[in-house]
């Protein structure tokens, strides 16, 4: 069967700090890999979709950055993070068919101090 | 994808059907309609998905109306368990053209109260 990982759970970072955050599938090949943030009490907001290695694409611009080094693996990285930063970060993946929908990680909840 | 709006909250007493509508009415021929929901401080969880026809799992409901612009999601016997926010969004499946990428509004926030 089909896993996510995404990790850490929590994460703490003062301002001006660099910041990666990594998911990861497992059972499947070829997913279209997803980054969504979440303020509090909103919706999702896409961040960043990937369709395959080294394919990235942003919607929103921002200080954020996503890169997708292996098939399975997607990373969400700043080089200085910015109060605004702060929130829920959900790493999906979802079958390429697209099929049965997106299967979501359990979340990162950044705070920036 | 077409824009779905949905109730900002409802309540549903234990045990009762909760009855989530969901209106997508810039629906596209080729846009399903799909339900997730967000159990706090969790990732969303997908719940059903359907086209055309109602469909029916072992977790919800769904009916979708005739011209396809508006679709119900229905828990049966709602548990305290099923409070979470339910959102509905339309997209197209995740082909390569377009990867699937959807927008989640704030969707519904449903409370199940004993």
């Known amino acids: 069967s089909q896993t996510i990982h995404q990790w850490p759970a929590t994460l703490v970072q003062p301002v001006g700090s660099p910041l990666s955050l990594e998911c990861t599938v497992e059972g499947t090949s070829n997913p279209n890999l997803y980054w969504y943030r979440q303020a509090a009490g909103r919706g999702l907001q896409l961040l960043f979709y990937s369709i395959g290695i080294d394919q990235i694409s942003s919607e929103v611009p921002q200080n954020l950055s996503a890169s997708r080094p292996q098939d399975r693996q997607f990373i969400l990285s700043s080089k200085k993070l910015l109060l605004s930063d702060s929130g829920f970060y959900l790493c999906?993946?979802?079958?390429?068919?697209?099929?049965?929908?997106?299967?979501f990680g359990s979340g990162t909840r950044l705070t920036v101090v | 994808d077409a824009k779905t709006t949905q109730p900002t909250s409802m309540d549903c007493a234990e045990g009762r059907a909760a009855n989530l509508p969901c209106n997508h009415s810039?629906?596209?021929?080729?846009?399903?309609v799909y339900w997730y929901r967000q159990i706090h401080s969790q990732g969303p969880q997908y719940i059903i998905h359907?086209?055309?026809n109602n469909e029916t799992n072992e977790m919800a409901s769904l009916i979708i109306t005739e011209d396809r612009k508006s679709s119900t999601l229905i828990l049966p016997h709602a548990t305290l368990r099923d409070t979470a926010v339910y959102y509905c969004i339309a997209d197209m499946s995740g082909t390569d053209t377009n990867a699937g990428k959807s927008t989640f509004g704030d969707g519904t926030t449903l409370t199940v109260k004993p």
């Open positions: 999906a993946w979802r079958d390429y068919r697209g099929i049965h929908g997106y299967t």
């Open positions: 810039t629906i596209s021929g080729n846009e399903y």
């Open positions: 359907g086209l055309k």
